[in-house]
């Protein structure tokens, strides 16, 4: 039986729906940032993002998964503005781009009544994301399920991420969790069942609205077409 159990996030167990290419959504960022006395339009502010975040994933070495953090990114953009940002201020503009571009979020349907489920029946419960630790951790808080995870992996934090092995095993090894007694659930195969096939355990693909269509389809242990969350539970605990 499963006791541990590794959960991809977005798309998995959050539906969101975002915009980061629009030009008013960059101009509205950019007008924030002149709030804070610092003056950019939209165009160039977007060309600057580009630049660094290309800049600093080429420095990511030891992995073909790099990420980076967008915090040292916006941190970058204001020095060259000549303006001195706090920490706390270049964490307040992270956040402020991610509620500009971000069009809808939600838990998808039966997502917290599976987890209270699995933490019910005394469950190790895990995130391992693609994601920026500065979005991730304030919208699981406000979707009311951070406290519900033992421990969230994120790939700006370990500047890499799925499906690199070596991420994988950063959960497994620091927790001690026993290969045969650890599940991945994730709605990717080109991330989530490839990066577990890789390192051993078993995986449970789960097909959502936000599923790649096109990714090369990956031998994964259990599969859910229909996109139910209640029927990870039949699955994984009931039928074990």
């Known amino acids: 039986m499963y006791q541990n159990y590794i959960f991809d996030l977005y798309g998995t167990l959050i539906d969101i ?11 509205k960022i950019a007008v924030f940032m002149g709030y804070q006395g610092t003056y950019i339009n939209g165009k160039e502010l977007k060309q600057s993002y580009d630049k660094y975040v290309k800049k600093y994933l080429s420095r990511v070495k030891n992995t073909d998964n790099p990420d980076i953090d ?29 509620a500009i571009t971000t069009e ?15 933490k019910k029946g005394k ?12 979005f991730l951790q304030a919208e699981m808080k406000m979707l009311g399920i951070k406290n519900l995870f033992d421990e969230i992996y994120v790939s700006s934090d ?3 991420g799925k499906p690199d092995p070596a991420f994988f095993e950063m959960v497994l ?16 195969y080109a ?19 936000l599923s790649d269509k096109k990714a090369k389809r990956e031998e994964a242990t259990f599969e859910i077409v229909d996109g139910f ?3 990870i539970i039949k699955l994984l605990v009931l039928q074990q």
């Open 158 to 160: 370990k500047g890499m």
């Open 17 to 27: 729906k975002t915009d980061e290419s629009s030009e008013s959504v960059w101009e």
């Open 104 to 118: 809808h979020i939600s838990l998808y349907p039966g997502v917290m009544e599976m987890l209270q489920e699995l």
């Open 173 to 188: 090894t620091e927790n001690g969790l026993k290969k045969k007694e650890t599940v991945m659930i994730g709605k990717d």
């Open 229 to 231: 969350h209640e029927d």
């Open 70 to 98: 967008i915090t040292d990114v916006f941190y970058k953009i204001y020095k060259d503005l000549d303006t001195k940002a706090s920490p706390k201020l270049v964490q307040y503009t992270v956040k402020a781009f991610r």
């Open 191 to 209: 991330t989530d069942i490839k990066g577990a096939n890789a390192v051993g355990i078993d995986s449970l693909y789960i097909h959502t609205n």
């Open 123 to 134: 469950k190790r419960l895990f995130i391992l994301s693609n994601a920026q630790r500065a």
